[in-house]
């Protein structure tokens, strides 16, 4: 099975923006495949490297959405974020010169209605 092949159902997590983390548990249910198929992949090198996050302990894996939809969808994940960006922010292309603004203005926005989810790419290691 190619990861290309896999149908990904990304609905429960599809207004989270793309530089979120998604765990190894989340990642199976997303691509429809047993967590132990994770683990193999992970371990083969079919799936990119996982991120580390300084606020997220334990013996868990995450992965950025858009490291994940990349992988799938053979795009750049810059691609990713501005496709997100176009979706959730109207006329993003225009307005923004670059991805650190649309995390700007996306970090600005959660901890406006304080909202508390793993959100820029910053908070890796």
């Not at 991120?51 to 013996?59: A, C, D, E, M, R």
Request: hydrophobic content about 35%; proline content about 4%; aromatic content about 12%.
């Amino acid at each position: 099975m190619k990861l290309t092949d896999i149908k990904a159902d990304w609905s429960k997590y599809d207004c989270r923006p793309t530089w979120c983390v998604v765990n190894s548990r989340e990642l199976s249910y997303i691509l429809g495949v047993s967590h132990q198929t994770i683990n193999n992949w992970k371990m083969r090198g079919v799936l990119p490297e996982t991120k580390k996050h300084k606020n997220l302990i334990g013996n868990c894996n995450y992965w950025t959405i858009a490291s994940i939809k990349s992988l799938i969808e053979n795009k750049t994940e810059t691609d990713i974020h501005f496709e997100w960006a176009e979706r959730w922010l109207p006329n993003s292309r225009e307005d923004f010169k670059s991805l650190g603004q649309v995390e700007y203005l996306v970090n600005h926005t959660y901890d406006l209605f304080s909202i508390s989810k793993p959100r820029v790419p910053a908070d890796f290691n």
